[in-house]
């Protein structure tokens, strides 16, 4: 019988417990109040998990295996939300762009605008796809105390911009 097809036993792995965002050694973790909700909630989903798992007795060796993996992920969550630094956006300058900001920055190519919109958050709240981008993210940190009107250079890759911040906003 072929090797393939013989279910092996893998309790002698480590199980791979998913990292959380990076977050550069000695940078302060900053969350919007969004975001620290957001940390709680998945805390909640977290330990209802594990209280599930906890529970269920019928696979041992695989319950074991996702108790461990949720404990690392709860110790890791545990972590984060201890050393949280909640920045209420609205006490924020408003025309400098600062944690917190939704900034619009506007560049010129050829005869046509282009621009970009994004809101700046904290490592674990960060979503693309949300338009949100970390503050440590290098987008966030060219930005980053430039004010209303002021010029800033985008490193993009090996392409260099100069866009203009032509909005902030704080919201709540």
């Not at 709860?74 to 909640?86: E, Y």
């Amino acid at each position: 019988m072929s090797r393939a097809f013989v279910k092996e036993d893998d309790a002698g792995e480590p199980p791979i417990i998913p990292p959380r965002a990076a977050l550069p050694p000695g940078t302060p973790n900053y969350v919007t109040p969004q975001g620290l909700a957001q940390l709680r909630a998945e805390l909640t989903d977290l330990e209802t998990v594990r209280t599930r798992t906890e529970a269920n007795r019928e696979d041992e060796a695989n319950r074991t295996r996702q108790l461990t993996i949720l404990n690392g992920q709860l110790s890791a969550l545990t972590s984060r939300l201890a050393s949280a630094k909640v920045v209420d956006p609205r006490s924020q300058p408003p025309n400098e762009v600062r944690f917190g900001a939704t900034v619009t920055l506007r560049t010129r190519s050829g005869s046509k605008n282009q621009e970009r919109r994004f809101t700046i958050v904290g490592v674990d709240e960060a979503s693309i796809a949300d338009g949100k981008v970390a503050f440590v993210a290098p987008i966030a940190r060219a930005v980053l105390g430039a004010r209303l009107g002021q010029k800033v250079t985008l490193r993009l890759g090996r392409v260099e911009e100069i866009a203009e911040v032509v909005n902030i906003t704080y919201e709540s």
